[in-house]
């Protein structure tokens, strides 16, 4: 590699779920008044990239796709560290789901490459707390043609010479260690680091820095009818909570010996959901074979 690394973060600004309320008629999310935050998976993606441009100099750029307000996300990000911000805002893009924001966000990347340089490595999440669905990565890989990575714990090591990468990434049953060429697209897994502080320089740096905003026209998106709601094979039928359970939590008095009181806990599940019991003694008899 004879550039600089360069990591783009793609982040996205989210309505704060401790303070989110459902509508009791339409059972849809009620948005207005809620305060709006930093995706916070996002923020060990934005860590991560911060991280190696520490360690190997280069710069990070980070991208939103959101209405103007999520300007504000953005310059967040900048009080972190990050060296630029890109937000990507039109209101063809409203409703998009995965599938649409995903290619949003693969042409908002190409004209960042154009721009400013290709992307060694593209950081998200592993998901949005609105959304829960981890497809936007996955998808912005697909579309670019990046190698993908997901639900990443750790980055043991880069060699950006050779364009070589080691990550941790979790799985069942264990951890996996896996080796990749750049350029690559990387979901981080939540705890897998610290966010830092940000300093009083680069505060200062953020609220005088300038966000770079495109519309669909600017990141050359032509066909409409591949964003927001037209381009958004998804229907969401109904968002409601889950109900209070009437089933109360049942108390089991400690035994005179650990193995005692193990058996008894065990006693009173099988004794409650025999059904557990049964799949339990089944799985073990085809061991057994």
């Known amino acids: 590699m004879n550039q600089p690394l360069h990591s783009v973060v793609c982040i996205k600004q989210v309505p704060d779920s401790a303070q989110i309320r459902v509508h009791p008629v339409t059972n849809t999310i009620m948005r207005q008044g809620v305060p709006t935050i930093i995706n916070p998976y996002d923020l060990f993606a ?13 710069k990070v750029t980070v991208l939103c796709m959101g209405p103007m307000t999520a300007e504000d996300s953005l310059r967040k990000a900048l009080t972190f560290g990050a060296d630029r911000a890109v937000l990507l805002s039109d209101r063809y893009f409203a409703g ?22 290709a992307p060694d490595i593209i950081f998200t999440g592993k998901q949005t707390i609105d959304g829960d ?11 670019l043609g990046y190698n993908q990575l ?5 980055i043991r090591d880069l060699d950006p010479d050779g364009g070589a990468l080691v990550v941790e990434r979790r799985a069942e049953g264990g951890t996996q260690v896996l080796q990749t060429k750049l350029p690559v697209l990387i979901t981080m897994l939540e705890g897998s680091n610290e966010m830092r502080r940000g300093s009083i320089e ?6 005088r820095a300038q966000v770079t905003i495109w519309n669909a026209a600017a990141v050359g998106i032509e066909d409409l009818t591949r964003c927001g709601l037209r381009g958004s094979p998804t ?21 005179a010996t650990p193995e005692a009181s193990a058996h008894a806990v065990i ?13 339990l003694f089944e799985t073990a008899a085809q061991a057994a074979y």
Do not use: C, H, N, W
């Open 202 to 207: 680069t505060a200062l740096a953020a609220a």
């Open 133 to 143: 669905t981890a497809q936007v990565g996955p998808g912005i890989a697909k579309r």
């Open 96 to 117: 998009s789901d995965t599938l649409a924001t995903s290619y949003a966000l693969s042409m908002a990347l190409l004209q960042i490459a154009r721009e400013f340089g």
């Open 267 to 279: 006693d009173a599940i099988f004794g409650r959901m025999p059904a557990i019991e049964a799949q």
């Open 150 to 154: 997901t639900y990443i714990s750790k």
């Open 235 to 255: 229907i969401v039928k109904k968002v409601f909570a889950p109900g209070a359970r009437s089933e109360k939590a049942a108390m089991i008095g400690a035994e």
């Open 46 to 58: 934005l860590e991560e990239a911060l991280r190696l441009r520490d360690r190997f100099g280069g």
